[in-house]
C-alpha cells in the first residue's frame, strides 16, 4: 500500500528509533526530563520566542494556546476553514467556552481589512474580539503558504484593535522551507506558536507551543488541566530532536513529489486539480462523475491509500516514506479509477 493519506503516518526512520533508545530521561512533570528541555528551548530559539512546551498533540498544543488568551464569552477570528473550527472536536467551545467568528479566505488567507472589519465595537452586549488566528501552511486549502507581507498586515490589523494573535504553524516547517522565509521571521509575529513534530518531521508524536516566558508558565498549567502532564516522555522529545537535524531541510524533497504527484494526477480525465495551491505537501483535487469516498475505496482496492475532503475533493500528501517511484507507482495504479 502507497499511504498518501496524511504525513502523520510515517514511522520512524533507524536514526529517530537509535535517538529514542538512548535518550536520556526524567520526569517531566516535575520538569526534570533533560532532553524534553532541550527540545523546549530549541525550539523556542528557533521560532524567536522565550520558552517553550512539549505537549502530546498539535490539537491540544493549539487549545492550550486559546484557553491561554481567552476568557468565557471571548471570540477568537479566523478563516473559515481552518483547523481550530473543524478538526479538534469542537474543543474551543467546550474547553475555553469562547466563541469563534469566521472569515472567507482566499487560499486559507483573509485580509487586514476583514479582520478590521471583524472586530466588534465593544459593546457590553457583544462578546469581546480577543484573538486573530491563523495558520501556515494552511491545511484545507491545500498546503498554502502565507506571504510574510500578507500575514504581516493581517497581525499589524489585530494589533491595532488589541487583539493577541496565535499561529497554527503545524506544518511551518513547509511554508518555511518552500518559501525561503525564516521561522522565526513568521513566528515572530505572534505571541504564541504552535508547531507540529509529527506531521511532515515525522516523530511518533508531539508538538511544542512557544511564547513569552509569563504565556508558556500558565500554559504548562492548562497543559496539565488538559490531561497532558507526562513523565519520562524524552523518548518522544529525542525524535523531534533528531528531526530537527535530519528531516527539516529534506521537506523539499516532500514538495517535489507533491507537485509531481498533482502534475500526473492533472492528465487523467476525471481529475482536477487545484494547481496553485500545491505549494508544499498536499495535493487537493477533484473528481468529476463520481463520489470522492467511493473513488478512494476504489483507489485503495488498488493499492493508493488517499482521504476524502469533501463531496468530490480528494486529498493526497506527501511524506518521508514516500518516494520519487513510489509517486510513479501510485499514479499507474490509480489510472484504471481516474483516468476513464
Known amino acids: ?56 498533540s498539535g490539537t491540544m498544543c493549539n487549545q492550550i494556546a486559546l484557553k491561554v488568551h481567552t476568557e468565557p464569552g471571548d471570540e477568537i477570528i479566523c478563516e473559515e476553514d481552518c483547523h481550530i473550527v473543524n478538526y479538534e472536536t469542537g474543543a474551543i467551545g467546550a474547553l475555553s467556552g469562547a466563541n469563534v ?51 504581516t498586515g493581517a497581525v499589524q490589523a489585530a494589533r491595532e484593535h488589541g487583539l493577541t494573535c496565535h499561529l497554527d504553524g503545524a506544518r ?15 513566528a515572530s509575529l505572534f505571541d504564541t506558536v504552535s508547531v507540529c513534530l509529527s506531521k511532515g518531521l515525522g516523530t511518533p508524536a508531539g508538538s511544542v507551543l512557544v511564547g513569552s516566558k509569563d504565556l508558556i508558565q500558565k500554559a504548562h498549567r492548562y497543559r496539565k488541566m488538559f490531561g497532558g502532564g507526562m513523565r519520562q516522555v524524552g523518548i518522544l522529545a529525542a525524535a523531534g530532536l533528531y528531526a530537527l537535524d535530519h528531516h527539516v531541510a529534506r521537506l523539499a524533497d516532500d514538495h517535489a513529489n507533491a507537485t509531481r504527484l498533482a502534475t500526473g494526477l492533472s492528465r487523467m480525465n476525471r481529475v482536477r486539480v487545484r494547481m496553485d495551491a500545491v505549494q508544499t505537501n498536499i495535493v487537493m483535487f477533484d473528481v468529476e462523475g463520481g463520489d470522492a469516498i ?47
Open 1 to 56: 500500500m502507497i499511504d498518501l493519506r496524511s504525513d502523520t503516518v510515517t514511522k520512524p526512520t533507524d536514526g529517530m528509533r537509535s535517538a529514542m533508545a538512548e535518550a536520556r530521561v526524567g520526569d517531566d512533570v516535575f520538569g526534570e526530563d533533560p532532553t524534553v528541555l532541550t527540545l523546549q528551548e530549541r525550539i523556542a530559539d528557533l521560532l524567536g520566542h522565550d520558552a517553550g512546551l512539549f505537549v502530546p
Open 101 to 151: 467568528r469566521t472569515l472567507r479566505g482566499a487560499g486559507g488567507i483573509i485580509s487586514a481589512d476583514q479582520i478590521t472589519q471583524a472586530v466588534r465595537k465593544g459593546y457590553y452586549w457583544e462578546p469581546r474580539s480577543r484573538v486573530l488566528s491563523l495558520e501556515n501552511t494552511h491545511n484545507k486549502a491545500g498546503g498554502t503558504i502565507w506571504p510574510l507581507d500578507i500575514m
Open 172 to 186: 511551518l516547517w513547509n511554508a518555511s522551507v518552500a518559501s525561503g522565509v525564516a521561522l522565526r521571521e513568521y
Open 294 to 340: 467511493d473513488i478512494v475505496d476504489q483507489c485503495r482496492q488498488h493499492g493508493v491509500a488517499i482521504v476524502p475532503f469533501g463531496p468530490r475533493t480528494i486529498r493526497a500528501t506527501t511524506h518521508l516514506d514516500v518516494t520519487t517511484s513510489d509517486i510513479d507507482d501510485a499514479l499507474q495504479r490509480v489510472t484504471p479509477v481516474l483516468d476513464t
